[in-house]
């Protein structure tokens, strides 16, 4: 089985939603079918099961009610392990919502009273999976049958896991500070003089003997001379 997604979703209007037909205690026997991330774009891909509503696609599909500068493609933010976009419940395409299902939003006005969990009055909703685990947490929001989607809980456990290597890049690097005590990359003699060992004729590009080349074990001298 290739998809990297497992475990399952809850729903107190469907039921389980199935993210791997290898979940036990089932097989692939059947039917093949899974959700899986791209580990290099973050996006999702594949089917999802529910036995009270069929398929559930995480293949980018127009047409999805994303507010203006949003896009239908479902995805992980390999910056913020946070999921956005679109899946599609196949069966309510004929609904008014269309089988939409959000990963991510502001909660809605109606979500009060007993239909709508406590963390979920107020703000806005999410999938998110922890990059060290692979465990996702938070909620998606389908608004004509499915209602709320819950990516993790306990009572029993459940939840849906992330099967790959997922450590979001590492973060650019800091922004050179003038007058540190320290030639860090990005400055020169002539940008940064009290860092870098002192004025530099030519722009920075010459060490003083008129050849027009930096002599970086010069320049390295002066920076740690007492």
């Not at 790959?164 to 003089?193: A, D, K, R, Y």
């Not at 010459?206 to 080349?213: E, F, I, K």
Request: aromatic fraction near 10%; proline fraction near 10%.
């Amino acid at each position: 089985n290739q998809h990297n997604l497992s475990g399952y979703a809850w729903s107190s209007n469907v039921g389980w939603i199935s993210f791997n037909c290898a979940n036990p205690p089932d097989s692939c026997g059947d039917v093949d079918y899974g959700v899986n991330v791209d580990p290099s774009t973050g996006n999702f891909s594949g089917y999802a099961w529910s036995s009270n509503i069929g398929w559930i696609s995480f293949n980018e599909t127009p047409g999805c009610p994303a507010t203006k500068g949003g896009v239908c493609q479902p995805k992980i933010d390999l910056l913020t392990a946070k999921a956005s976009g679109w899946a599609r419940v196949l069966s309510l395409t004929g609904f008014s919502g269309g089988g939409w299902m959000s990963l991510s939003g502001t909660i809605p006005s109606s979500c009060t009273g007993a239909f709508c969990p406590p963390e979920l009055r107020s703000g806005t909703y999410g999938a998110q999976v922890d990059p060290l685990s692979g465990q996702f947490s938070g909620w998606s929001w389908e608004p004509d049958v499915v209602g709320w989607v819950n990516w993790s809980g306990s009572s029993p456990d459940y939840g849906v896991k992330l099967n790959m290597s997922f450590l979001p890049p590492p973060p650019p690097p800091p922004v050179p500070v003038c007058g540190n005590g320290i030639c860090e990359n990005g400055e020169t003699q002539n940008s940064c003089s009290s860092d870098c060992g002192g004025s530099s004729p030519n722009n920075g590009s010459d060490n003083g003997s008129g050849n027009g080349t930096l002599d970086l074990n010069k320049l390295k001298l002066k920076e740690v001379a007492p």
